[in-house]
């Protein structure tokens, strides 16, 4: 079926079909919904070149990323994916080394050049992150999953990171803790920061030192969770609780407290960040595991979604979300033992 021969059917121009199809923002809600559902029950597909011939787009959203957090990026990618290919659009996806951020800088000048990409995504944003000042220069639209503390404008979708850890350890200073280890992810990236201060900032409230000792740094994962986790336990007075960045690194902690004959819920007390992950669940952990939940895919779907506006005319600088993160209490988390040495 034709575009013409649609939008006859359902009685609307063949402009306004073709507008609300390629999401442009002057066609309303109702009427883009309107005209999805109907090509969706007459089996109606754009025509795919003739769209990025009149868009003058390649149909395609770039993601630069290292293997660093690989179960997260799966989940993210996934909710981007689900959310792109209804809309016929590719990912080109280009893996890159940690610390190759000069390769990284001339990688995102490629895809600008080549016009491979209409679009591109940043994840593991840096305080000052030279990223965005480039794509500015470059005029390559992108969104940024998480923030950064620049100047340049840009378009951001995050969870409270700051607010999560504030409110898992101030859950875990209510049961009389005190020496609480935190497994941040990798130095140097914003959401770390951000971590770090709710951590210091519940710390704070109760005149709690702050210990140094009792915060490490790494990415999450289950190995690098035991390591910590068991260096930090043997130490001469060991923490009774630990704030873990992510549900694989609580993983680590519970294999930990097991190989020194430690009971999580009685010996010490577990709380980490759930990505909500379909093939870990903290209800099944035993003990259930208390959390603070923000749905990764969730959010790599909102964000397709908000570089498709982008693409239709929507301006960077009004895209700004801060997503809340829910506080859920389980088995793991419990008052301070009497004799676990605080």
């Known amino acids: 079926m034709k575009l013409k021969e649609f939008a006859q059917q359902i009685g609307l121009s063949p402009t306004t ?6 999401g442009y923002p002057e066609v309303s809600e109702a009427t883009r919904k309107r005209v999805m559902e109907e090509a969706t029950k007459l089996g109606y597909r754009p025509n795919i070149n003739a769209v990025r011939l009149a868009t003058g787009r390649v149909g395609a959203i770039g993601v630069v990323t290292s293997r660093a957090g690989e179960y997260q990026f799966a989940e993210f990618m996934g909710g981007i994916s689900e959310r792109l290919s209804a809309e016929d659009i590719d990912i080109l996806i280009t893996p890159m080394a940690e610390q190759d951020s000069r390769d990284e800088l001339q990688l995102y000048r ?3 050049e080549s016009r491979r990409v209409d679009a591109v995504v940043i994840t593991a944003p840096r305080p000052n992150d030279p990223r965005i000042a480039l794509l500015n220069e470059l005029k390559l639209p992108f969104i940024v999953h998480g923030r950064s503390a620049t100047d340049a404008p840009y378009a951001w979708l995050d969870i409270d990171n700051e607010g999560a850890i504030c409110r898992a350890t101030q859950h875990l200073l209510d049961l009389g803790h005190r020496r609480i280890a935190m497994i941040n992810g990798r130095e140097g990236l914003t959401f770390t920061q951000h971590r770090d201060k709710g951590y210091r900032e519940a710390l ?24 910590v986790a068991r260096a930090v336990l043997e130490q001469g007075q060991r923490p009774t609780a630990f704030v873990a960045g992510s549900m694989m690194s609580a993983l680590g902690v519970y294999r930990a407290a097991r190989s020194m004959n430690l009971v999580v819920g009685q010996d010490i007390s577990v709380i980490a960040h759930d990505d909500v992950f379909p093939y870990l669940t903290a209800d099944n952990m035993v003990p259930s595991l208390s959390t603070t939940r923000s749905s990764i895919r969730a959010a790599g779907s909102r964000i397709a979604d908000l570089l498709l506006q982008m693409l239709s005319g929507r301006p960077a600088t009004d895209i700004a979300e801060l997503w809340p993160v829910e ?7 419990r008052p301070v033992h009497k004799d676990a040495g605080e």
């Not at 740094?217 to 190995?223: A, L, P, R, S």
Request: net charge neutral; charged share 30%.
């Open 204 to 227: 704070a409230e109760r005149d709690v030192t702050y210990d140094a000792k009792l915060v490490t740094h790494g990415n999450f994962t289950d190995e690098i969770g035991f390591r």
């Open 17 to 22: 079909v073709s507008r609300a199809l390629s």
């Open 110 to 112: 490629r895809l600008a």
């Open 327 to 333: 506080l859920i209490l389980r088995e793991s988390s």
